[in-house]
């Protein structure tokens, strides 16, 4: 059986009060959301928390909102409520390609997106999500709050810049027009982490052409997007030449290492031919206009 | 410390470890031993029990995080000495070999039915996916959760026929229909 070591437990009524307590708790107190990574790690002893601080009760983090040209998503929300949302869908159509293959669905059930960006793990979907769409994220302190790029938050594998103290609430997506997103994985069996994955954002002008695009890399040592094959975009009529090009751009600035999961030289295979799949159909979903 | 939730519509409070797994709680502390505990790492899904009415692996669930809320088990299938649909459907269409899997599966159906009462083979599958069957018996569960899905529909069909007609003769199907709606009105 696999235990925990012993912790406090707290239930938090309000941010203010899981600030708080958090505040209080010192070093190894930990906000408790969906579970399905601090628990595991606790379960394994690479987490000693001292003090689990549980806000699944502050429904006031769970929500997904228009707020002028941005997405608001609280931190509570979880991965089915994000792919039960249609405004997702159909303005950040990458984030339901992830969804569906993160985990399973019961899973989802739990995890939220703020747990996952927090847990910083190099294979985790929704952090590549968060750089391909230029993420924002919000983060509260006792009497503070600022709000950062999401690829200011993520500091390495399992690191991020949150203070102790502080707790990630809101991360904001920024909507533009004729933009369109794709993401896909390769994974060893259903629900798996990633060996792999890509996503893609591409923004074109009223004549095609792309003005903006971002790639970012899954499970291959790669934090935020990759410029070089932002350049090879940018200008450029989409085709499978454009595409090409970016994708082995990508590819090359990848650093993958050999594991469990595959070889680097498979992984940067399937970081090139994942990024050609990924921006074929980011391109094809924005010039159909959705 | 003290835990108090709702357990198949019967309100109990134990004294836990604020550690206290919620399937171990369910299994050793409540004694529902019809909840299975298996890879202790959220991946096989035999611990699944609803949480207010959502499928939710109980392994990777603090019991204290449970407290406030309804928890439902296999065992709270059954109502009334009527079994759920979901389990005439395992039996009728042989939806168990070993058995080791079928509470959690018989829950997520369940969940899945009550928010969608027709769904497709691909959306049983999608809904179970979650959940390993070793006996590799997916294609027999499937079966089962259309089985309960048509005889569901088939008592609602009979509910409405006879509500246009008359008010008698429709005790036996409401009373299988309504289970769901009894569990979650026996909270007090």
């Known amino acids: 059986m696999q235990t925990p070591a012993p912790f406090e437990y707290a239930r938090a009524t309000s941010i203010d009060d899981a600030l708080r307590l958090l505040a209080e708790g010192g070093e190894d107190a930990y906000l408790l959301a969906g579970g399905h990574s601090l628990l595991p790690m606790a379960k394994l002893r690479l987490a000693r928390p001292e003090l689990l601080i549980d806000i699944n009760d502050l429904t006031d983090l769970s929500y997904i909102r228009r707020d002028g040209d941005w997405l608001a998503i609280g931190a509570l929300t979880r991965h089915a409520e994000l792919l039960a949302s249609g405004e997702v869908g159909e303005l950040f159509p990458l984030a339901h390609d992830a969804e569906r293959v993160i985990a399973d669905p019961v899973v989802r059930n739990r995890g939220t997106i703020g747990g996952s960006l927090c847990q910083a793990d190099p294979a985790e979907d929704l952090s590549t999500v968060c750089d391909v769409v230029g993420a924002e994220v919000v983060i509260r302190g006792r009497g503070s709050e600022r709000t950062i790029p999401v690829t200011d938050l993520h500091a390495g594998p399992y690191e991020t810049t949150l203070a102790r103290g502080e707790m990630l609430t809101e991360v904001r997506w920024p909507i533009h027009a004729r933009t369109s997103s794709a993401y896909e994985k390769v994974e060893r069996r259903v629900g798996d982490w990633a060996v792999t994955a890509a996503g893609a954002s591409v923004t074109l002008g009223s004549d095609g052409t792309i003005v903006d695009a971002s790639i970012g890399l899954t499970a291959v040592g790669v934090q935020g997007t990759i410029d070089a094959a932002r350049d090879a975009l940018v200008g450029q009529q989409p085709s499978e030449q454009v595409f090409a090009a970016a994708a082995q751009a990508a590819a090359a600035a990848s650093r993958p290492s050999d594991d469990t999961r595959g070889t680097a030289e498979y992984k940067r295979h399937l970081a090139d031919e994942l990024s050609r799949r990924v921006l074929r159909r980011a391109a094809e979903r924005a010039a159909s206009g959705s | ?188």
Request: proline residues 3%; charged residues 25%.
């Open chain 2, 1 to 188: 410390m003290q835990v108090t939730m709702t357990v198949n519509g019967v309100e109990v409070t134990r004294e836990v470890e604020p550690r206290r797994l919620l399937v171990h709680f369910i299994r050793e502390d409540l004694r529902l031993t019809g909840t299975h505990w298996g890879c202790d790492t959220s991946n096989c899904g035999v611990c699944v029990v609803l949480v207010d009415g959502t499928p939710v692996k109980s392994c990777t669930m603090l019991a204290a995080s449970a407290g406030g809320h309804e928890v439902r088990t296999v065992e709270g299938l059954e109502q009334g000495g009527k079994l759920d649909p979901i389990q005439d459907a395992f039996m009728e269409k042989h939806g168990l070999q070993c058995g080791f899997c079928t509470p959690g599966m018989m829950l997520t159906s369940r969940a899945l039915l009550d928010a969608n009462p027709d769904p497709s083979e691909d959306e049983i599958r999608e809904a179970i996916s979650g959940q390993i069957c070793r006996c590799t018996g997916y294609s027999t569960i499937v079966r089962s959760v259309r089985w309960a899905a048509e005889q569901e529909q088939k008592a609602r069909d009979g509910e409405s026929a006879a509500g246009s007609t008359a008010d008698e003769g429709t005790h036996e199907t409401a009373d299988h229909e309504t289970a769901d709606h009894e569990t979650a009105g026996a909270t007090a």
